[in-house]
């Protein structure tokens, strides 16, 4: 999906990596291979500023976190990030290349402790199965704030975590995910840890009856219409339509999002989800929740991947966000 490492062109059209999923007979997919990236820990640590390592999360799930860590020298405590990366729910991992320097860049850049979960994908595990996974995360973080002394849990984070300032964040599908999550987490007695802030960006989500947006994204070369509709057929529960409350919030009966922290929402006009995420944005403020909307001209679906200066920027945005949501959430609880 483009080089993340330095100026990448826009991808052309036909790329797509979701078209090369394969759909078998039986059910099952054949995915496309990403290159993987080891963390730091096991490949030159000394020499990174950013440390990252690999921690089971789930063993029967297989499931695991990535976590990433500014390569510091002082004890400052950061803001904690929990990221799930985009694919459809279908494809790649928190390994994949582009999300691991993505989530590399991300910590530096903030910065921020990011947890990165590697979560069950479909079809062999449709959704909820996600969401639960991140909801988990979520639990294992306050696991480590509750450990009794500094030495029970993860150091990184007992050493380098602020638990009063948590974060959930997600790319396209990831960012459906850091939404439905929210949703459970907020229900959930989570102290010492404060969720205070969700950071969606371009999130992914649907509906049966076509937008614009989505009518004009037959040949988009990032999220093509049939890529498009095959993710939501491989994902949803079985027999359930795109109307699902999974893929379209807007549509679906309660639960709606009462009780949600502050909201930044990204987007931008070439993306094929951009009305969708209009409507959410909408739907959002009407329930009351605190919506921050970033919903730039030009530029496609994860531009964040190809373009290195829509990333920085991206990451400007997410530093001022949290920045701002956390002083808000200190001063209401005071």
């Given at each position: 999906?483009?080089?993340?490492?330095?100026?990448?062109?826009?991808?052309a059209?036909?790329?797509?990596?979701?078209?090369?999923?394969v759909?078998?007979?039986?059910?099952t997919?054949?995915?496309?291979?990403?290159?993987?990236a080891p963390?730091t820990v096991?490949h030159?640590p000394?020499s990174?500023?950013?440390?990252?390592?690999?921690?089971?999360?789930?063993?029967?799930?297989?499931t695991f976190i990535?976590?990433?860590?500014?390569?510091?020298?002082s004890?400052?405590k950061?803001?904690?990030v929990?990221?799930?990366?985009?694919?459809?729910?279908?494809?790649?991992?928190?390994?994949?290349v582009?999300?691991?320097?993505f989530?590399?860049?991300?910590?530096?850049a903030?910065?921020?402790?990011?947890i990165?979960?590697d979560?069950?994908?479909a079809?062999e595990?449709?959704?909820?199965?996600?969401?639960?996974?991140a909801?988990e995360?979520v639990?294992?973080?306050?696991?480590?704030?509750?450990?009794?002394?500094?030495a029970?849990?993860?150091?990184?984070?007992?050493?380098?975590?602020?638990?009063?300032?948590c974060?959930?964040?997600g790319?396209?599908?990831g960012?459906?995910?850091?939404?439905h999550?929210?949703?459970?987490?907020?229900?959930?007695?989570l102290?010492?840890?404060?969720?205070?802030?969700l950071i969606?960006?371009?999130?992914?989500?649907?509906?049966?009856?076509?937008?614009?947006?989505e009518?004009?994204?037959?040949?988009?070369?990032v999220?093509?219409?049939?890529?498009?509709?095959?993710?939501w057929?491989?994902?949803?529960p079985?027999?359930?339509d795109?109307?699902?409350e999974?893929?379209?919030?807007?549509?679906a009966?309660?639960p709606?999002?009462?009780?949600?922290?502050?909201?930044?929402v990204k987007g931008?006009?070439?993306?094929?989800?951009?009305d969708?995420?209009?409507a959410?944005?909408?739907?959002?403020?009407?329930e009351?929740?605190?919506?921050?909307?970033?919903?730039?001209?030009?530029?496609?679906?994860a531009?964040?991947?190809?373009?290195?200066?829509?990333?920085?920027?991206?990451?400007?945005?997410?530093?001022?966000?949290?920045?701002?949501?956390?002083?808000a959430?200190?001063?209401?609880?005071t």
């Open positions: 999906m483009g080089d993340v490492g330095g100026a990448a062109p826009a991808p059209k036909g790329t797509s990596l979701f078209l090369q999923i759909e078998h007979p039986d059910g997919i054949s995915r496309p291979t990403v290159p993987l963390p096991d030159h000394d990174s500023s950013v440390l990252s390592k690999d921690i089971p999360l789930n063993p029967t799930h297989k990535r976590i990433y860590r500014p390569n510091l020298p004890a400052q950061l803001p904690i929990i990221f799930s990366h985009g694919g459809g729910f279908v494809v790649f991992s928190t390994a994949s582009f999300y691991h320097e989530c590399e860049q991300m910590a530096t903030v910065p921020a402790l990011v990165s979960l979560y069950r994908l079809p595990h449709r959704l909820p199965a996600a969401y639960e996974d909801v995360a639990l294992w973080v306050q696991a480590q704030a509750q450990a009794q002394k500094p029970a849990g993860e150091p990184w984070l007992t050493s380098h975590g602020d638990f009063s300032r974060f959930l964040m790319s396209s599908s960012a459906n995910m850091a939404y999550a929210g949703l459970r987490a907020v229900a959930l007695e102290q010492p840890v404060r969720l205070v802030g969606l960006n371009q999130p992914y989500f649907g509906g049966a009856e076509r937008t614009p947006s009518s004009a994204s037959e040949e988009d070369p999220v093509p219409l049939r890529a498009n509709d095959m993710m057929r491989l994902a949803l079985k027999g359930a795109r109307d699902h999974f893929c379209n919030p807007v549509a009966p309660p709606r999002p009462i009780g949600l922290p502050s909201c930044m931008c006009q070439g993306d094929p989800l951009i969708r995420q209009r959410f944005v909408k739907m959002l403020e009407e009351g929740v605190s919506v921050v909307a970033k919903l730039d001209e030009g530029g496609f679906h531009i964040e991947l190809f373009d290195p200066v829509r990333r920085q920027a991206l990451f400007a945005e997410v530093r001022d966000f949290i920045s701002s949501t956390a002083a959430d200190a001063a209401a609880a």
